[in-house]
């Protein structure tokens, strides 16, 4: 089980929130399905180059600001 948990209405925001910090991420690279957070991390640790632990914070840190549009 994930370390997180997203519906996909924050998913939207959160989406938009990681395209701006990565604006190289593609709507394609970025689909996801709620339930599937760990296929989604899985995948933005391969697209980001970085760890499990520095996603799951950028994730959880979009999340508690989910109305900010900063991330």
């Not at 395209?19 to 697209?47: P, V, W």
Request: aromatic share 8%; glycine share 2%; no cysteine.
């Amino acid at each position: 089980m994930a370390e997180i948990s997203i519906s996909n209405k924050e998913w939207e925001r959160v989406k938009l929130k990681v395209q701006r910090k990565y604006n190289s991420l593609t709507d394609e690279q970025l689909q996801y399905t709620e339930g599937n957070e760990n296929d989604l991390i899985e995948r933005l640790m391969k697209l980001v180059d970085r760890n499990r632990e520095y996603v799951v914070f950028t994730l959880k840190k979009a999340l508690v600001n989910i109305d900010n549009n900063r991330l």
